[in-house]
């Protein structure tokens, strides 16, 4: 079977959707053709052959790292590439085309398929779907939702890398097909259980913790205890189960069915209500109060200036702040002191 992969970024390029791409194009090549179609950036080849994967290499505008992409060097992405693409299709006649991400990657292959008659499987992963922290997630653009809604329609298939990713396709994308989930094809770890001395660790005071996500990209609880128990057996001191759900339901039921006898560790920001009583219940040995710490500090210094414009004098905050003194015992200021008496000539 000949393969072409389209992803705007595949490594060196970009982050873990052109690992996944890679894994995935390197296992795959062990028995068929795979072409990748991708970004080029300076020092890197137009054209080569790595791991019996035929890379081509477009030019983009603008991308100035390795690490990221830019607005412009994205949308570049999108006449060079179909216009090699149209040039490979010519030449090496795919019996597939697999594109990386909704857009622009996916828009590319929905084109070409219907271009060349080849069919188009649109691999998205979370971000190209539904990305509430940046104001370019396509959901909150009439046109770029439209884009996507094309994109994912007009595919052969679409394949989603999680049930959340799947969930947010069909919410804001009005999806009339199937969507598949397919958890990223990722070469399965290998754990060595090491001791703590060849770490240069010390035997007590230190704690190697574990952090499971797997409830936050929407896996299965089935994969929540699977990772567990590798994380265990490998020598993990104690286990931490992450989860952005209002509510502690999915979390007891992990604490209620792990028979491993590590420590449980949680994170209730966002399931806030629940009582320490109920997560020691539950079998919790240490609970995470992350982030309130730095929130407080925030709402603080907002109210301190606040009542300082108004009353127009530092003097009326003086109850309510610590004293110099006390940031310099903080910051170690006698031990800086008895240092530049002992060092300075």
Not at 91 to 100: P, R, T
Not at 173 to 189: A, E, F, M, R, T
Not at 297 to 318: E, W
Request: aromatic share 10%; proline share 4%; hydrophobic share 40%.
């Amino acid at each position: 079977m000949k393969i072409l992969f389209i992803n705007h970024e595949y490594p060196p390029l970009g982050g873990g959707g052109g690992v996944v791409v890679f894994q995935l194009a390197r296992e795959l090549a062990q028995r068929h053709r795979v072409d990748v179609l991708t970004s080029g950036f300076k020092g890197l080849a137009r054209n080569e052959i790595d791991d019996g994967i035929n890379i081509y290499r477009v030019p983009v505008l603008n991308r100035k790292s390795r690490d990221t992409a830019t607005l412009l060097s994205w949308l570049s992405f999108f006449p060079t590439s179909l216009w090699k693409g149209i040039k490979l299709i010519r030449q090496n006649k795919y019996d597939v085309i697999n594109s990386h991400f909704a857009i622009p990657s996916g828009l590319i292959g929905v084109l070409l398929s219907k271009l060349f008659n080849i069919p188009n499987i649109v691999s998205i992963y979370g971000g190209d779907i539904y990305d509430p922290t940046t104001k370019y997630s396509p959901y909150k653009h009439f046109y770029l939702r439209k884009t996507v809604s094309y994109v994912l329609n007009q595919s052969d298939g679409i394949i989603a890398n999680s049930k959340y990713t799947q969930k947010k396709a069909f919410e804001h994308y009005d999806v009339k097909k199937n969507i598949k989930v397919i958890s990223l094809g990722l070469i399965k770890p290998s754990f060595e259980r090491v001791d703590r001395k060849s770490l240069a660790l010390p035997d007590k005071d230190f704690l190697i913790m574990a952090r499971i996500e797997s409830f936050i990209v929407g896996n299965s609880i089935d994969d929540a205890l699977y990772r567990a128990n590798i994380y265990s057996d490998a020598g993990a001191d104690a286990i931490l189960i992450h989860s952005k759900s209002d509510n502690p339901k999915e979390i007891f039921e992990f604490s209620n069915k792990f028979k491993n006898k590590k420590p449980l560790i949680c994170v209730p920001t966002t399931y806030n209500k629940v009582t320490e009583k109920e997560l020691i219940d539950n079998g919790f040995k240490m609970v995470i109060y992350a982030n309130y710490g730095i929130r407080s500090i925030v709402k603080t210094i907002r109210d301190i200036f606040k009542t300082i414009n108004k009353s127009g004098t530092l003097s009326s905050v003086n109850e309510l702040i610590v004293p110099m003194s006390e940031i310099f015992r903080l910051i170690g200021v006698d031990d800086l002191n008895a240092s530049e008496k002992k060092y300075m000539v």
